[in-house]
Every structure is written in C-alpha cells, then in structure tokens.
C-alpha cells in the first residue's frame, strides 16, 4: 500500500497551495484520512481530518479558516487546500490512512502513511 503526496512547494507569504495524496494497491473509501505536518526543529503534529464520506473534518486550531481537507472516493484521492499561508506553515506534510472510518488527531490512529512533500513559505 503506498500514499503518495504531492503539490508541496516554494510559495510566498498570503499564497495558496493545494496538496494532493493519491492512494495506491487499496481503497480507503471505508477509511478517514489525515494530514499532518512536521515543521523544523518541531515533532509531527496534527492538521486536519476527513471522514470515509466526508462528512465531517476537524482541524487543528492554527489552520483553522485557512485550510480545507477533502477527498475525492472516486479517485482515491486526498486534498488539503491551503489559503493565506504564513511562514510558520512550512513544513514538510504528510498524508495518512486512519484505521478507523471517523478521524482522529492521534497520530498512532493512523497505519498507513505517505512520504511527505515539503511545503516552504517565503516573506
């Protein structure tokens, strides 16, 4: 089973980025999702969450009315979109499969993991 993240970047201070998380080998429509993102010099640390449906999301207060998670079934496919970003946005981000189909801000909730796109924000 492979995640693969994508759509990280160099932007600038106020900027948008929207990252993508493709899911390979399975399907996780029976799954929540997650993103989650390691700053530098910090641990890794919550973002956001979707449901299998996508019914329900939470997020981590510092992203709160910036960032949007979604999913797309059909696809097998995850989004984060981002608006507004500050240089303490960059990190590098991860998406992640939750064992369960309502998500969670544990990390150890989730068993499948992508390898992490880096995103870096600029003034």
């Known amino acids: 089973v492979q995640l693969q993240a994508s759509g990280g970047g160099l932007v600038q201070a106020g900027d948008s980025l929207r990252l993508s998380c493709v899911a390979s080998r399975r399907t996780f429509s029976n799954n929540a999702m997650g993103w989650f993102r390691q700053r530098p010099g910090k641990e890794r640390e919550f973002v956001a969450s979707i449901s299998w449906n996508g019914g329900m999301s939470r997020y981590a207060d510092p992203v709160k009315g910036r960032f949007t998670i979604s999913r797309d079934n059909t696809k097998n496919a995850l989004y984060l979109q981002m608006n507004n970003l500050g240089l303490e946005d960059t990190a590098v981000y991860y998406c992640?499969?939750?064992?369960?189909?309502?998500?969670?801000?544990?990390?150890?909730?989730?068993?499948?993991w992508g390898q992490g796109t880096l995103v870096t924000v600029s003034s």
């Open positions: 992640a499969a939750n064992r369960r189909p309502y998500g969670s801000n544990d990390s150890l909730s989730y068993n499948y």
